[in-house]
């Protein structure tokens, strides 16, 4: 057996080339999402509002009827925040309601709840506690569930699913010291002996990893005679031989995430443990978190009806100078605010996973968004009303209930939500990765042109095909549906707002066409714009979403005329946003920003940093974590 392999050492274009054979090439179905960056508003994707089927809303109310019960009476979120650990009888509480068999087939012992329905009974349980949220989705969104369902074979799906649905916790382990967004340089290895791959290395911030019952690892096989090597996905006991969670991670929320470093030495896994081929692990990895982010963005949703209840509830009682603080305007506005993106982010989710149930749409660019605008508008939410209850949003719950007021935890929600914007990709990795699947129409056609290391023949022929396509596609960016006073009628007061949706993607697709025009090659390095871009069609689909919802309820007859009213304030908030984000398109610092960070970096700035002590403590920026046996303390615990 040959030894570990080191930490590989890749180039720039060497680390871009692997995460972009990972990523899903073809399109085979429509994506509302994809044709809104080209400048085609396909309404009639996601309207009218996709519904469950009347089964699946029978099974899916009956089951959030127990489990909210489940949270009103056996989840102390207090407790979880002041222990900084879920209780076993929490866990073991779960496990006998089903919850962790939500997304699994009955065939094999799970619930078998629609997307829809998972989606709605983590935003119950995050608000009840966000640990307990994130404990269900680590299981069952990105642990081993969803790529077995996906790749597994029928003898794993057998010999696991029964285990996942009812008893065992799972967990998802890519991460480790070095390697975060940059799967090319993974260090975990997984050697090939016999019947066998034996695996070395470690991984870190492995969220469930501390009581998790079995693990899906990414580590890399190295290419030998019969085996191609590669990224590869494996099912793993946390019990083997050779596994120790060497530590348990805390953070400034979620304390009672079981998060921890866990290090693989000689750990012996069976070949028929295998999810996949070889070389298959960032390409499932990435298909399973085409839905699987969708399960944060419910936690943000469900977070941010919170935040409207505290909010309304605490400004109505709360008076200063003679009125309810509602009723002043600086506070008033962070109100509407927080009702009218609540409304869109539930939008959102609801529209995006009941594509993903009627599976006619691909949703890969509609969930990230969702996951983007999710995080990044729960976060401003639950800052929003920190700010309105002001001390007492900062104090804690205990201490609120300590002298004798309602503990209301505004200051920790804020905490807990912080790690949605690192969670599942960084806002800014999420930038980048709508923005490639965003300009897949373009590279597809026109990518060879801009690509210095292609022939003079391929950048011919690239030119042909560039030609045919802009030749078709420009001419469609002229006019549109949103410039006809009458289009989009039936929606009433909202159909202005979805002629602006139509007149805007048209607008961002010739704003992205100019900035490949004039940057080519250098593209990819204008992340800053790119970002941009991305979060003016995170504005647009969310607009999209919020008048289709509205436009849903109105029809009926529930809460329509209110519905409305949100939509209207959100669609109105939203294109306030958007134009600012054209504005600084073209307009911005980025060029000055880029020569400070020179001068920063080459220690031009360092008078600055005089008259401050540093209180960080001592040690290296990342901590080594050479392969070999383990001299810390096995920290996992098992639930009873």
Same mark, same amino acid.
């Given at each position: 057996m040959s030894a570990p392999t080191q930490r590989p050492q890749v180039t720039e274009r060497e !680390?871009?080339?692997?995460?972009?054979?990972? &990523?899903?090439? /073809?399109?085979?179905?429509? *994506?509302?999402a994809k044709e809104l960056f080209l400048g085609r508003f396909r309404l009639d994707l996601i309207h009218p509002h996709p519904l469950p089927a009347p089964e699946d809303v029978r099974r899916g109310e009956a089951f959030l009827a127990l489990l909210r019960d489940f949270c009103e009476t056996r989840i102390d979120g207090a407790r979880i925040e002041r222990e900084a650990r879920i209780p076993d009888e929490t866990i073991t509480g779960l496990k006998e309601l089903g919850a962790l068999g939500m997304k699994i087939d009955?065939?094999?012992? +799970?619930?078998?709840?629609?997307?829809?329905?998972?989606?709605?009974?983590l935003a119950l349980v995050g608000s009840a506690s966000p640990a307990v949220g994130a404990l269900l989705s680590a299981h069952q969104s990105i642990g081993v569930p969803q790529p077995l369902k996906l790749f597994g074979t029928q003898e794993q799906k057998d010999a696991f699913l029964p285990r996942l649905a009812r008893t065992d916790l799972s967990a998802f382990l890519l991460t480790e010291p070095d390697v975060g967004s940059d799967p090319a340089r993974l260090a975990t290895a997984a050697v090939p002996d016999g019947d066998a791959y034996v695996l070395d290395g470690v991984k870190l911030w492995t969220t469930n990893g501390v009581v998790a019952d079995l693990l899906v690892v990414m580590a890399r096989v190295p290419a030998s005679e019969g085996h191609p090597g590669g990224i590869t996905a494996f @099912?793993?006991?946390?019990?083997?031989? +050779?596994?120790? @969670?060497?530590? &348990?991670? !805390?953070?400034?929320g979620l304390r009672g995430l079981e998060n921890g470093v866990t290090r693989f030495h000689r750990v012996r896994v069976p070949a028929a443990?295998?999810?996949?081929?070889?070389?298959?692990? =960032? #390409?499932?990895?990435?298909?399973?978190?085409?839905? +699987?982010? =969708?399960?944060?963005? $419910?936690?943000?949703?469900?977070?941010?009806?919170?935040?409207?209840?505290?909010?309304?509830?605490?400004?109505? %009682?709360?008076?200063?100078?003679?009125?309810?603080?509602? &009723?002043?305007?600086? @506070?008033?506005? #962070?109100? *509407?605010?927080?009702a009218a993106t609540a409304f869109a982010l539930e939008a959102v989710v609801d529209l995006a996973s009941q594509l993903a149930d009627e599976n006619r749409n691909d949703i890969?660019?509609?969930?990230?968004?969702?996951k983007l605008y999710g995080s990044e508008k729960a976060w401003l939410i639950a800052d929003e009303l920190v700010q309105i209850r002001g001390g007492r949003g900062y104090e804690t719950a205990d201490s609120l209930a300590a002298r004798g007021e &309602?503990? @209301?935890p505004a200051e920790q929600l804020l905490r807990d939500l912080r790690i949605n914007r690192i969670f599942e990709g960084s806002t %800014?990795?999420?930038?980048? =990765?709508? !923005?490639? %699947?965003?300009? /897949?129409?373009?590279?597809?056609? $026109?990518? /060879?042109?801009? /690509?210095?290391?292609? *022939?003079?023949?391929d950048k011919a022929r690239a030119g042909v095909r560039a030609g045919g396509f802009y030749a078709r596609w420009l001419p469609g960016l002229v006019t549109g549906a949103g410039q006809l006073p009458g289009s989009y009628g039936e929606f009433g007061a909202l159909a202005g707002h979805l002629r602006y949706v139509e007149r805007t993607s048209? #607008? =961002?697709?010739?704003?992205?066409f100019y900035a490949m025009s004039r940057w080519q090659g250098r593209m990819e390095l204008k992340q800053a714009f790119l970002g941009r871009t991305v979060d003016i069609g995170a504005e647009l689909f969310a607009m999209s979403a919020a008048c289709v919802r509205a436009e849903l309820l109105r029809t009926t007859g529930d809460h329509g005329p209110e519905a409305h009213r949100l939509a209207d304030a959100f669609c109105r908030q939203a294109r306030l946003r958007t134009e600012e984000l054209f504005g600084r398109l073209w307009s911005n610092t980025d060029d000055l920003d880029r020569r400070i960070v020179d001068g920063v970096l080459a220690g031009r700035y360092t008078w600055m940093e005089a008259g401050i002590v540093d209180p960080s403590g001592d040690g290296p920026w990342i901590a080594d974590a050479p392969p070999g046996p383990s001299s810390e303390r096995n920290v996992h615990r098992r639930i009873p």
């Open positions: !680390a871009r080339q692997v995460a972009e054979a990972a &990523r899903e090439r /073809d399109w085979h179905r429509p *994506s509302f009955p065939a094999y012992g +799970g619930l078998g709840l629609t997307q829809l329905y998972y989606n709605r009974a @099912v793993v006991e946390a019990d083997a031989p +050779g596994i120790t @969670v060497e530590h &348990r991670n !805390a953070f400034m443990n295998r999810i996949g081929p070889e070389g298959a692990g =960032l #390409k499932i990895a990435l298909t399973t978190l085409n839905t +699987g982010r =969708l399960s944060l963005p $419910a936690a943000c949703a469900g977070a941010a009806k919170w935040c409207l209840k505290i909010a309304r509830e605490w400004s109505a %009682e709360r008076e200063q100078w003679g009125r309810p603080i509602a &009723r002043h305007e600086a @506070v008033s506005t #962070k109100i *509407s605010f927080i890969r660019i509609e969930a990230a968004l969702a &309602r503990a @209301v %800014e990795i999420m930038h980048l =990765l709508i !923005a490639r %699947e965003a300009v /897949d129409a373009h590279l597809s056609v $026109a990518g /060879d042109l801009i /690509d210095p290391e292609k *022939s003079l023949g048209r #607008k =961002l697709a010739r704003s992205t």
